[in-house]
């Protein structure tokens, strides 16, 4: 392999995104000096991703950072430790849905991941900036099969597992271990009996929060197979993020291994947002997402079918949110009218007062002359 350039070698770092790319051409033939560029820009890219997880928290520390956004089903506290995790229906419903603030905060990015340690399980990492631009989070979305449960809320990492199957895993990278079932089932690419309740799960943790620190040591035993990102006049917000995921996930509920399993789920997702955002970028066109060793997996066809389904869900909560803005303004209204209408009373009983005060005012000023003028008689008449 010829000499490489340290401008080309910190490019295949900002590309591979989690360093595989240097890894991989260290452990290969090379010049001495080409060995050393590399280390070092291995050397300073995790160098620089420790300061910069650090910093923040420092600044927090001291009060000098700005508080993470009060953002259920998005944003960590800077301080907390684990990441969160929920199933994919309550956090859309729950969460996000029906949270205003969540229609202001954008996809910057999606990224396909492929995790290949024990097994071939795919999922999507999604990040998200707040409304103010001055934050980030990191939102996961998988699939895995083996029934659900839904009153699962949290995830500490150090459970997570890496036991695996040659195509998926029940338990996926960022799950539990034996949060949906055996995590050590092994499931067969040929098995026609291989059926489970799917059971789409979210993570999410502020970026540079110890929980999204968790979150990123997770996702380097996965590999970045390709990325979106989306223009900033046209990025999804996340609220409408969630809608995709959610009808994704509930348009197939049965989780089977030859059709509807992890890779259909994530490659039905990716691409219903290129389609459903056009001004979105791939990275890589060509790439190994939707493989088992390198030989595609069929997964069914739903893109078309998840975004007509989109359209028409997102249709109804405008028309659901303009509804409630309606009734809204109408209460507004009607407290309006109330104050008012108290206001108009408050001043009426003011002046009726005053009134009164005058009249007692005037009855007493007329006895009083009354009573001087029966005086000066009595004097007259001594007189």
Known sequence: MGVLSLAAIVQAVEFDGQGQAVKRLLH?????TTSSYMKMALHEKTMFGTLRRIFPRLLYMFGLAPEHPKINGLFTA????NFYYLSVEPWYLNCIRNNPDT???SVVEAAWYKKQNGGEHEFLRFDISSPDKRHTCIVIAERNGGGGNANRDRCDSTGTTDTGAPIDTVSGPVTPLGA???STSKLSLTSSSSLWVADGLISYATLDSRASAQLEHILKKATRVCSLT???KARPSANELATLLYLASKLQ??????????YWFVDTVFTALKSLFEDAEQDIVIHRGGTWNGVPIYAKESVKEVCGKYR???AALALEVEERCRLERIRIQQRQWEREQLQAAQVRAQAAEEIAQRERGETLGSRGQGTRGRGTDYK???G
Do not use: I, K, L, N
Request: hydrophobic fraction near 20%.
């Open 253 to 262: 509920p049965t989780y089977t291994v030859t059709s509807t399993q992890c």
């Open 380 to 382: 007259v008449a001594q």
């Open 103 to 105: 229609w202001h905060c």
């Open 312 to 314: 028409e869900a997102r």
């Open 78 to 81: 800077y301080e907390r430790s």
């Open 180 to 182: 949906t079932g055996d």
């Open 28 to 32: 290969s033939s090379q010049p001495s």
């Open 230 to 232: 989306f223009s900033e």
